[in-house]
């Protein structure tokens, strides 16, 4: 029988850790980036493409994360590949994240007043003059402090990615009770390192709102 | 894809389906209910509370808000009974989704009560209540009524973040595909069908929630 330090126990936690700040990071810019698409399709002229983002992001909206991860997980399987946990894990996030902040960003784009658009129109600019100088600058500056308090839930999203086997901070928090048989101590560190991360990125997104003086909450 | 769809077996476990539904509505229910109560009474502490009662609902909306539920349902299922509290799945399943939100409502709450003009607080003690009456008459009322929105959508994230407890043994809707999956071997459709219902149980419940929303508060809300 091996005795564990505390130490041990925050050492294993920590390294582990990686895994989650990995996967948040790459979820978020993939996201994002799948985001940014979404955000198009959905302000711009197009009817079918408005309609499939609508449905889009009521579906991963609508459903548990959870059940996500299951259906990349199984899905992706289905085309006969061997699935590895960190490709469910990833997929999943990057479709989730997309949905949530293409939402957010276009409720940044709406709350440019309309007055914007009807200046911009008045100065004979078209559609795409009118996005890039006028509107998107302005929901630029909105979207920020929204965005920023999104990665903790993107961050907190990534736990749930130990149930399909990725082993990030919330596997290796059940693994190493399993050895230590001290979940209390265990899960105390890893609820403290989840909060060391978000709290500061919470606590910034607070500050920009309040900075950039913008009423955005709840997004 | 040469995979073959087998939907077959749903005839036989369809009462899996609808018990893992009901466990999953009754903890989002009580949770909801619970949740709330614990959001109203730390919106309360955190605004209208004696000083030295402030730093406790600040320190705990924190510490929630900004850890995973999974987490959390980890700790209360695991680590509490190191501390002598053992509780089954379904009873620590529902405290975690009380204790998480409880800290989301929290915030909606204490939003809605900041809201309410400074006159209605004066002209509640000016009709002789007292600061208890005044929250309870005068501010939370029509703070309800501004944030009932808000709140749905939060009953609404906290019964889909509730798959989750399948993992402590609560036998829910994830717990019953879960189970399904196991018995058939047909993982993707059993998820598939769970993750089709639990879209059918969210748009549903914003559906109901509206109605009550409307119910309660029949007239518009007074700004």
Known sequence: ?219 | MHYQFDFGWVADYYPVFLKGIWITLELTFVATVLGVLVGIACAWARTQGPAWLRPLPIAYIELIRNTPFIIQLFFIFFGLPGLGFSLSGMEAALLAMVVNLGAYSAEIVRAGIQATPRGQFEAGSSLGMNRLQVFRHVVLVPALQRIWPALSSQAIIVMLGSAVVSQIAAEDLTFAANYIQSRTFRAFEAYFISTAIYLLLAIALRYVLAGIGSLIFPRRAVR
């Not at chain 1, 990071?25 to 980036?33: E, I, K, T």
């Not at chain 1, 579906?59 to 548990?64: A, D, I, K, N, V």
């Not at chain 1, 990030?168 to 105390?188: C, D, I, R, W």
């Open chain 1, 1 to 219: 029988m091996t005795e564990f330090t505390t130490w041990d126990i925050l050492r294993n936690l920590l390294l582990a850790t990686r895994w989650t700040l990995v996967l948040s990071l790459v979820s978020f810019v993939g996201g994002g980036l799948l985001g940014v698409l979404l955000l198009f399709l959905r302000i711009g002229r197009a009817r079918i493409g408005r309609i499939f983002v609508k449905y889009y992001v009521e579906l991963f909206q609508g459903t548990p994360l959870l059940m996500q991860l299951f259906l990349a997980f199984f899905g992706l399987g289905l085309f006969g590949i061997d699935v590895p946990p960190w490709l469910a894990a990833g997929t999943a996030l990057i479709l989730w994240t997309a949905a949530f902040l293409a939402e957010i960003w276009r409720g940044c784009v709406e709350a440019v007043v309309k007055g914007q658009w009807e200046a911009s129109a008045s100065l004979g600019m078209g559609y795409l003059q009118q996005m890039r100088w006028v509107i998107l600058p302005q929901a630029f500056k909105i979207a920020i402090p929204p965005t920023v308090g999104f990665s903790v839930q993107v961050i907190k999203g990534t736990a749930l990615t130990s149930i399909i086997g990725f082993v990030e901070l919330s596997k290796a928090g059940t693994v190493v009770t399993n050895a230590t048989f001290e979940p209390f101590t265990v899960y105390g560190f890893v609820a403290l390192i989840y909060f060391a991360i978000c709290w500061p990125l919470s606590k910034s997104s607070q500050m920009l709102e309040r900075k950039l003086n913008v009423a955005h909450r709840n997004h």
